[in-house]
């Protein structure tokens, strides 16, 4: 069997990697890591509606991204200035379905008290850098960069722990060999 965990992460790297923030163009789009997302997700063992539901939103993000970089990459702007924003909140929208997946499969507690505490700090370093982020605009031009570094900073510290609880993940897959997972 195939290790779901390794495309939730290539999932993450595709989504939190971007290169154009540097003057260089996105060589991993994110679209292609939320097909990696819809396909780990596929493979998790379990049938729970919140496995479905998640990897539908993941297709839909992978739709709704390919045409927000679509629209960058030929310089015209799909929904306005609100596109990467709004894609963001959907991201943390989804993060939340996938994390409560998560703690729904596995018949380990130190797993799953594990995916619980990389949850609550990664929604809260999500979500700050997000607000953070989102209301930068309203400062001024001069500091404007500097704040919305610091809101980048807190995302990639979401993402930091987010390869933790990865690692943690792995060694439990390999530990079982993907066969001991519980199925709602």
């Known amino acids: 069997m195939k290790n779901p965990y390794d495309h939730l992460f290539n999932e993450v790297c595709f989504v939190f990697v971007d290169l154009s923030n540097f003057g260089l163009p996105d060589m991993l789009p994110d679209f292609i890591g939320y097909i990696f997302f819809a396909y780990g997700i596929h493979l998790l063992p379990t049938f729970h509606n919140l496995k479905r539901w998640s990897k539908n939103f993941a297709i839909i993000l992978a739709v709704m991204s390919f045409f927000l970089e679509l629209g ?14 709004f894609m963001q909140f959907l991201f943390i929208i989804f993060m939340y379905w996938v994390f409560q997946l998560l703690l729904h499969i596995h018949n380990n507690k130190p797993l799953e008290a594990k995916t619980f505490k990389t949850y ?6 999500m979500l700050c850098g997000f607000v953070i982020q989102a209301f930068s605009i309203n400062v001024d031009t001069s500091m404007r960069g500097n704040v919305h570094f610091i809101g980048s900073l807190l995302q990639l510290f979401a993402y930091f722990l987010f390869i933790f609880y990865y690692r943690a993940c792995l060694k ?4 079982n060999n993907g066969n001991k997972v519980h199925s709602l």
């Open 72 to 85: 960058q990459w030929l310089d015209y702007s799909l929904l306005g200035g609100i596109g990467v924003q």
């Open 120 to 125: 609550q700090k990664f929604m809260a370093f």
């Open 172 to 175: 439990y897959y390999k530990k």
